[in-house]
């Protein structure tokens, strides 16, 4: 069980456009996901939390304009990353979490922007 | 500022040493704690957590946590490394206030030798 999926695993893309991710629970419904950064070598930075039905909230230095997240659903959370750069290459992580307050993590999207 | 510390950046053991990977916060509230893997080319994987109660804490694959309030420190251990235990481990701290953010550790990196 806690499953978290996320599509797609890796992607590239042409500075200018946008790219979306998806992050899924797969058996388990998830009021609050989470969204980090992981740069080579270091540890998950946290971008944004997730909220269903609610506006995500935002880490300090994040901009929200870039890092669009929509939680659709209790098992459903993308993150869109617009007008993308080369500085915007990296690996995006996302968690969901259950009502036990763990948090699951998915594979993970590399993305390199050109 | 809240923060969690891994002093063992790299750890290098043979197989059958015994483990054992300091974790510090720096918090004085309330808090859960978490112990995540990294095995190469694969997503963060739930070692153990401590919530409450008994601070010595099992997880899988024969790891065990002991939570220190007083130390503010939760570290991890094994007593006898295998090969596959190559990884990177991460330590994890929500701080019990209205944020529930999980705060991670800088990563240890583990190399088993056979």
């Known amino acids: 069980g806690a499953v978290v999926s996320q599509h797609p695993s890796w992607v590239i893309c042409k500075s200018g456009t946008s790219v979306k991710i998806e992050c899924r629970s797969l058996?388990?419904?998830?009021?609050?996901m989470f969204w980090y950064r992981q740069f080579p070598k270091q540890s998950l930075m946290l971008m944004a939390t997730?909220?269903?039905?609610?506006?995500?909230?935002?880490e300090q230095g994040v901009e929200k304009d870039k890092f669009l997240i929509n939680h659709a659903s209790l098992t459903l959370s993308t993150l869109t990353v617009t007008s993308a750069h080369p500085e915007d290459s990296s690996f995006y992580i996302c968690?969901?979490?259950?009502?036990?307050?763990?948090?699951?993590f998915g594979p993970g999207t590399r993305l390199l922007v050109l | 500022a809240q923060s969690v510390s891994q002093h063992n950046h790299h750890v290098i053991l043979s197989e059958a040493a015994s483990l054992e990977l300091g974790c510090n916060y720096s918090?004085?509230?309330?808090?859960?704690l978490f112990w995540y893997v990294q095995y190469p080319g694969q997503h963060l994987q739930l070692l153990l957590k401590?919530?409450?109660?008994?601070?010595l804490v099992k997880g899988i694959k024969g790891f065990e946590a002991e939570f220190i309030k007083s130390k503010f420190s939760f570290n991890l251990r094994k007593p006898s490394v295998q090969w596959s235990d190559t990884a990177e481990y991460f330590c994890?701290?929500?701080?019990?206030?209205?944020?529930?953010?999980?705060?991670f550790g800088s990563g240890t990196r583990l190399l088993v030798r056979p």
């Open positions: 997730s909220n269903e039905g609610s506006k995500a909230t935002y």
């Open positions: 401590y919530f409450s109660g008994d601070p």
């Open positions: 968690s969901a979490r259950d009502r036990g307050e763990t948090q699951y």
């Open positions: 918090y004085g509230g309330t808090v859960n």
């Open positions: 058996d388990f419904q998830a009021t609050t």
């Open positions: 994890a701290v929500i701080p019990m206030d209205s944020s529930y953010k999980l705060i």
